[in-house]
């Protein structure tokens, strides 16, 4: 039980990328038994961060808006790809999703379960800069959408999503 809890750790960190290199250590009865370096060089940890953030990015899509068009999607994943890029927020994808309650419906999210082929196709669109709404930081809905938000200038909204 403790090495599944302490894989899973070890695991979360690397997709919010705290680490990107580590360890295991075996023990039994309180000896260390062996030692495990899963350590990668700089080029695979790179692709490693980029295809989880990717399948990361995609699971929280399929989350939070699990009925929106396809143009929406894009423009979601595009959200969160430019805040990365911002250096007013958090740098990790994992970080902006985890610290804004816009995105609370990925608090629940089964990040274990593929991420739908859609919402993948969606991030790869975002990545390579087709959103309707590229320059676009901030999602809401109609449902949820703060005073904050409202202020803010919209600049795409389809059905009930709105980017600003």
Known sequence: MKLYIK?????????????GTYSLIFHENDEEVRTVNAGV????????IE???????????DAVCPDAP????VAF??????????PS??????????????FRDAYTCDYGKKAS????????DALN????????????TTDTADITLKRRQTLFQIGKYIFS
């Not at 060089?41 to 490693?48: H, K, L, Q």
């Not at 295809?51 to 899509?61: G, H, I, L, M, Y």
């Not at 087709?130 to 930081?137: I, Q, R």
């Open 77 to 86: 994943c595009s959200v969160i790809l430019g805040r990365c890029e911002d």
């Open 41 to 48: 060089d700089e080029t695979d940890e790179n692709e490693i």
């Open 129 to 140: 800069g087709f959103s309707a709404c590229p320059e676009a930081l901030y999602y809401s």
């Open 117 to 124: 082929d859609i919402a993948l196709m969606a991030y790869d």
């Open 89 to 102: 927020f958090p740098n990790t994808a994992a970080e902006i999703v985890m610290t804004d309650p816009t």
């Open 7 to 19: 894989i899973c750790l070890i695991s979360s960190l690397i997709m919010i990328g705290v680490i």
């Open 70 to 73: 396809y143009l929406c999607k």
């Open 51 to 61: 295809c989880e953030k990717r399948n990361f990015v995609a699971s929280v899509c």
